[in-house]
């Protein structure tokens, strides 16, 4: 199960940090990703770290901004998102799998699902 949390609302420009939290699980074996889903939009990629952290990957929209961090000991994985923006505002969802050695793009990969949390960004 993952729970995410974190999510609020925060004016143009500012920084919110969301975390997904692992129960149940040994996350240090889950490649995690990041996606979201704005209003009348697809679900799209966000963010993307590998099991250790190594690796990490990012949607063009986001890199420069958003940074994706994992603490396995804590059994949990942290998007931190600055210079936010108003096209940022969506419900983000955190999923994992653990046939995921890297990072990967595509929500087919995941097969579990966080409920999601809503990031609101007012201009």
């Known amino acids: 199960q993952l729970q995410a949390s974190g999510g609020g609302l925060v004016q143009a420009g500012g920084s919110l940090r969301v975390s997904c939290e692992a129960y149940g699980r040994t996350f240090s074996v889950y490649g995690v990703g990041w996606f979201r889903r704005a209003p009348g939009k697809e679900r799209e990629f966000v963010a993307a770290v590998s099991r250790s952290g190594s690796s990490t990957d990012y949607a063009d929209s986001v890199k420069g901004r958003f940074a994706i961090s994992r603490n396995n000991a804590e059994n949990t994985v942290y998007l931190q998102m600055r210079s936010l923006k108003p096209e940022d505002t969506a419900v983000y969802y955190c999923?994992?799998?653990?046939?995921?050695?890297?990072?990967?793009?595509?929500?087919?990969?995941?097969?579990?699902w966080g409920q999601g949390t809503q990031v609101t960004v007012s201009s």
């Open positions: 999923a994992a799998d653990q046939n995921i050695s890297g990072t990967r793009r595509t929500p087919s990969w995941y097969d579990c």
